[in-house]
């Protein structure tokens, strides 16, 4: 994500002083935690947000966002996350970037939250905002290609592939409902799966892989995506016979998992069995005072739009907490 605008660099005011007390630290500046950032900064409270990057999340690094509301031609995910930046330092929100937190602990009522470079910033509040990522395959050609065919959301980039030959890696639940949305646009799949058999509901399996449009390769390895600029084919390994080949393809969706950043607070907030934070209809934790919003809350849907809706949710949640104590 690095270099994605020149207005995210700096720290723009924030201070780490034991004197200084926000009313809410925010931790991540994608959709999620800079929706929040508007509403309470907008709102008077004492603002802060925190993110171990450059600001703008997951979505900053999408090549061209067409389904959020109000860009009828579309919008790049980096033009639409420096506008999300610049609407909430207008309201007075302070950013510090590049600084992962890495604790979070209460001591006589204060939130204090420990960065990995040793500063301590502290909240009567604490948004968690942090995301997830996607399990990459770590092969040559993936990170390469990026944004340039190669893609982890289907509902996000599937438009761009019409009529084109796509691989979709992993024939589990997320690739299955993912290749639901692609079958609407592109002229074929095909599926590389590592394991023998797909794992996913069987009525996800009747509606895609009877499909003519699609190829299930099972027992199978993608070793490297190839292309000079954009996708050409995707490289791939029989695992019981060993035989190699190649997958003509633009395009390559990859769903083999996501992990949601949420080792910092392992023991302190309840988690789902997926590692996701468990909040109520209102962002709240299990522990009061703290909220969480965006892909990293359990339940969520890896949508901008669904991300900043949580985000306005839990800055009002936000605002009535801090009423509520005074």
């Given amino acids: 994500m690095g270099g994605m605008f020149d207005l995210s660099v700096g720290n723009f005011g924030a201070k780490n002083d034991e004197d200084v007390v926000y009313d809410v630290v925010i931790v991540g500046a994608g959709p999620a935690g800079m929706a929040t950032a508007v509403y309470s900064a907008r709102d008077g409270k004492k603002t802060l947000v925190l993110e171990k990057q450059i600001a703008g999340g997951l979505a900053g690094t999408t090549h061209l966002i067409?389904?959020?509301?109000?860009?009828?031609?579309?919008v790049s995910g980096e033009k639409l996350m420096k506008l999300f930046?610049?609407?909430?330092?207008?309201?007075?929100?302070?950013?510090v970037e590049f600084e992962e937190v890495k604790n979070v602990e209460k001591k006589d009522g204060i939130f204090h939250v420990t960065t990995d470079v040793g500063s301590v910033y502290q909240g009567k509040t604490v948004l968690l905002a942090t995301g997830s990522a996607p399990i990459r395959l770590d092969v040559p050609g993936e990170k390469e290609l990026y944004g340039r065919g190669v893609s982890y959301c289907a509902t996000c980039d599937g438009p761009l592939f019409k009529g084109k030959d796509v691989v979709v890696v992993g024939c589990?639940?997320?690739?299955l409902q993912e290749a639901l949305t692609l079958l609407d646009y592109v002229k074929s799949i095909t599926f590389v799966e590592f394991l023998p058999t797909s794992k996913a509901e069987k009525i996800l399996r009747d509606r895609v892989m009877t499909n003519p449009k699609t190829t299930c390769l099972f027992s199978h390895m993608v070793t490297s995506i190839k292309g000079e600029g954009s996708v050409s084919a995707v490289a791939v390994k029989n695992r019981e016979t060993g035989k190699e080949f190649e997958v003509p393809a633009q395009g390559v969706f990859i769903y083999v998992g996501y992990r949601p950043y949420t080792e910092f607070v392992k023991g302190m907030v309840d988690l789902d069995e997926r590692g996701y934070i468990v909040t109520g209809e209102h962002m709240a934790t299990s522990v009061p005072g703290v909220f969480a919003a965006g892909d990293v809350r359990s339940g969520n849907l890896a949508q901008v739009a669904v991300a900043v809706g949580d985000g306005a949710k839990a800055a009002i949640s936000i605002r009535e907490y801090l009423q509520g104590q005074g």
């Fill in 172 to 175: 589990g639940n997320s690739g």
């Fill in 66 to 74: 067409e389904n959020y509301p109000g860009f009828p031609n579309g």
């Fill in 85 to 95: 930046k610049e609407q909430a330092l207008k309201f007075g929100s302070e950013f």
